[in-house]
């Protein structure tokens, strides 16, 4: 089954970075693409980001475009969401998930405990 452990969040000023990090546990990340997700309180969970397996294709969503840069480290089984210029918006707790040739989409069932981010001043 593919799990994920999602790590790296924290309160952060606005303008602010962090960088989170999502490792696979017991299957082989480099098969599958991966997407981060977040869920902001009161709010549906959205998709945030994408990477093809391969890591050489990526995708954003617009409110991210220009701030966060998604990686991946097939060898580490992880891949990363670089977020700078953090906004209060930015505050949800990110999830990770993954699928085989195409990103991952809602609905989803196998999410992680994710990881919060506060951007708060």
């Known amino acids: 089954q593919v799990q994920f452990v999602e790590s790296g969040g924290g309160l952060v000023q606005p303008g602010g970075s962090l960088r989170l990090s999502c490792a696979g546990s017991?299957?082989?990340?480099?098969?599958?693409?991966v997407g981060w997700f977040r869920q902001a309180a009161g709010k549906e969970r959205e998709g945030v980001s994408c990477?093809?397996?391969?890591?050489?294709?990526?995708n954003y969503a617009d409110s991210v475009k220009g701030r966060f840069t998604i990686s991946r480290d097939n060898a580490k089984n992880t891949v990363y969401l670089q977020m700078n210029s953090l906004k209060p918006e930015d505050t949800a707790v990110y999830y990770c998930?993954?699928?085989?040739?195409?990103?991952?989409?809602?609905?989803?069932?196998?999410w992680g405990q994710g990881t919060q981010v506060t951007v708060s001043s």
């Open positions: 990477i093809g397996d391969s890591g050489l294709s990526t």
């Open positions: 017991g299957f082989v990340l480099k098969y599958y693409n």
């Open positions: 998930a993954a699928a085989i040739n195409h990103c991952p989409k809602l609905p989803y069932d196998s």
